[in-house]
């Protein structure tokens, strides 16, 4: 019975590059969150997804940053251009409807 | 003021002690209040979830919640080396499929010494 999955664990981009972080939320669950850890900061709501839809992106920064739940495969972030402030930890919470989170080990960005 | 405060520590007491953690919040629309806790480069792991006011008890671990001070606490009795993590307090004004807006705290580090 697989958790949440996320990869890579550990990702380095350039300055100007993209980072792709991918999700597989626990089987059957159909709710998809994305919270952000930045350095010395408690966890921030990005994004929360259901299948092919965007339910909240409340904590969504305005540019550059996006987020998709298809019908098939995982949850995406995408984030373009990245910038030295961009690097945090990024994890993916599931749950089914009405239930706790379940959270992944986090994918560790690191921009240069 | 931030909606939610939580004292960073870090925070070391032997094995066996009792271990108080606190936050305390400004919205008083919160209604569910979580405790999770995070060990180094691992995602946070829910521990207690407790709704409205009152005590939940799971073992070693004892939630309080306070609405009227707007203050919740996680006690762990018989503290063990392997205790030694990151509590996060957090808390929603709503639950079920848009629940997963938490606010959470930053993080109380703790370490259990033996």
């Known amino acids: 019975n697989a958790g949440v999955m996320q990869n890579p664990r550990h990702l380095v981009r350039r300055r100007g590059q993209e980072a792709r972080l991918r999700c597989s939320p626990v089987k059957g669950h159909s709710h998809v969150y994305w919270y952000r850890q930045l350095p010395e900061e408690g966890l921030k709501f990005m994004v929360y997804?259901?299948?092919?839809?965007?339910?909240?992106e409340s904590g969504m920064p305005k540019e550059r940053f996006s987020a998709e739940f298809p019908k098939e495969g995982p949850s995406i972030l995408r984030i373009q251009q990245v910038v030295r402030g961009d690097s945090a930890a990024y994890f993916c919470?599931?749950?089914?409807?009405?239930?706790?989170?379940?959270f992944g080990s986090g994918t560790q960005l690191s921009v240069l | 003021q931030k909606e939610v405060e939580q004292d960073p520590g870090p925070l070391s007491v032997p094995e066996g002690a009792i271990v108080s953690l606190n936050c305390t919040y400004s919205?008083?629309?919160?209604?569910?209040f979580m405790w999770y806790r995070q060990y180094s480069r691992k995602g946070p792991e829910l521990l207690m979830y407790t709704y409205s006011s009152g005590n939940k008890e799971d073992g070693r671990f004892t939630a309080q919640v306070d609405k009227s001070s707007k203050y919740i606490s996680l006690f762990i009795r018989d503290s063990q080396p392997s205790d030694s993590a990151t509590y996060l307090c957090a808390m929603s004004a709503n639950y079920g499929g848009s629940q997963g807006n938490l606010i959470f705290g930053k993080g109380t580090k703790l370490s259990v010494k033996p």
């Open positions: 997804l259901q299948k092919e839809n965007i339910i909240d």
């Open positions: 919470a599931s749950s089914g409807q009405n239930e706790k989170l379940f």
């Open positions: 919205n008083s629309a919160f209604q569910y």
